[in-house]
């Protein structure tokens, strides 16, 4: 099955700094990778995604890069601001095909620290 | 909308208790999923299903039982309670069986097994 590894599982910056996390996958068939912002004592959300057809995609602050040769993908923040503070999770999913359904697997977290 | 519910928020059991999670959603969505959460491991999936009456195994699901009778709800049994099982437990949404891209979570269970 799928392995999704992500790095690193702390990072801490001053407000205004960019960060980066970094994530790779196994299954090459994989082609749909979320990126996931858990805030304390709340469920996971959505915050961006890319399909593998793309190398790149931004949302303002953030964005996301591919890289489908190498098997992995980042996150960058550019402009962190403290209330950016949280735990932060990768995933990798394939579509359904034949007698299986569309799973989503995720790194382990990155606890992400915002100082002003 | 509510989105996802889970019920109830906090639990504590003994060994060999057993006990069900709830959890709904009012969105119509076809695909609902459980993880459990553990420090260092990020989320793991314990059982998905695709629409009411199916159901199928995740990465981690010796200890739990699922059923899909509705759409809308789909609980988590735990058959015998160990202390293994204490986690943070969510369940999710997501619109397509298929694919399912853009998972909406509940709030989570925490569950700590004595």
Known sequence: ?116 | NAGVTQTPKFQVLKTGQSMTLQCAQDMNHEYMSWYRQDPGMGLRLIHYSVGAGITDQGEVPNGYNVSRSTTEDFPLRLLSAAPSQTSVYFCASSYSKLAPETQYFGPGTRLLVL
């Open chain 1, 1 to 116: 099955g799928e392995n999704v590894e992500q790095h690193p599982s702390t990072l801490s910056v001053q407000e205004g700094d960019s960060a980066v996390i970094k994530c790779t996958y196994s299954d090459s068939a994989s082609n749909y990778f979320p990126w996931y912002k858990q805030e304390l004592g709340k469920g996971p959300q959505l915050i961006i995604d890319i399909r593998s057809n793309v190398g790149e995609k931004k949302d303002q602050r953030i964005a996301v890069t591919l890289n489908k040769t190498a098997k992995h993908f980042s996150l960058h923040i550019t402009e962190t601001q403290p209330e950016d503070s949280a735990v932060y999770f990768c995933a990798a999913s394939t579509n359904a095909g034949g007698t299986s359904y569309g799973k989503l697997t995720f790194g382990q977290g990155t606890i992400l620290t915002v100082h002003p």
